[in-house]
């Protein structure tokens, strides 16, 4: 089936815009996460979702960030007023449960520049 | 916090040479533990993972790990290497301290390059 898809694959945006990126996951996946990647800081977790509820917001790194999930599947992080330090591929992975014995499936990334 | 640390961050073999990559983690209690692979231009996908049971967990491509609890170690190993196995490899940990419900944390990855 499907994986998981993400969009735009490529985002240039300049300081101070808003972006807004999309997440959709594999089909029944119920737990949906995002992280990001780069250079200086490896992979971070930010946001779980389980259903449409996330219940820790703690790990996105300002309150820039934030993050939906609308009728269980499509999930978006948005960010506004970017900053070049928001300059990351940005990662969604799902997996079946909300449990840590359920592989995540990663998908493609959308990496985001800010100029 | 949970922390992954990975010790070689660039590691250059030749085909047919034996690969271990070292992963230490933190945490003392409970956790879950996994090896991503992300190969040039393609998503990361997950390469094997240990919850329980037998130390030793074999994964795809002919790659296993062995997780040594009084170490807190879970290094990769692969006997005999192939150009193809060229990628970043990620360990990645879980652990039970937040009900089970957090995302993984994963350590700065290691660049993998096989010359042949």
């Known amino acids: 089936g499907a994986g998981v898809s993400q969009s735009p694959s490529n985002k240039v945006t300049e300081k101070g815009k808003d972006v807004e990126l999309r997440c959709d996951p594999i089909?029944?996946?119920?737990?949906l996460y995002w992280y990001r990647q780069s250079l200086g800081q490896g992979l971070e977790f930010l946001i779980y979702f389980q259903g449409n509820s996330a219940p820790d917001k703690s790990g996105l790194p300002s309150d820039r960030f934030s993050a939906e999930r609308t009728g269980g599947s499509v999930s978006t992080l948005t960010i506004q007023r970017t900053q070049q330090e928001d300059s990351a591929v940005y990662l969604c992975?799902?997996?079946?449960?909300?449990?840590?014995?359920?592989?995540?499936?990663f998908g493609p990334g959308t990496r985001l520049t800010v100029t | 916090a949970q922390s992954v640390s990975q010790h070689n961050h660039h590691v250059i073999l030749s085909e047919a040479a034996s690969l271990e990559l070292g992963c230490n983690y933190s945490y003392g209690g409970t956790v879950n533990l996994f090896w991503y692979v992300q190969y040039p231009g393609q998503h990361l996908q997950l390469l094997l993972k240990?919850?329980?049971?037998?130390?030793l967990v074999k994964g795809i491509k002919g790659f296993e790990a062995e997780f040594i609890k009084s170490k807190f170690s879970f290094n990769l190993r692969k006997p005999s290497v192939q150009w193809s196995d060229t990628a970043e490899y990620f360990c990645a940990v879980n652990d039970y301290s937040g009900g089970g419900a957090d995302g993984l944390t994963f350590g700065k990855g290691t660049h993998l390059i096989i010359q042949p």
């Open positions: 240990y919850f329980s049971g037998d130390p």
């Open positions: 089909s029944g996946h119920t737990a």
């Open positions: 992975a799902s997996s079946f449960q909300m449990t840590p014995t359920y592989e995540q499936y």
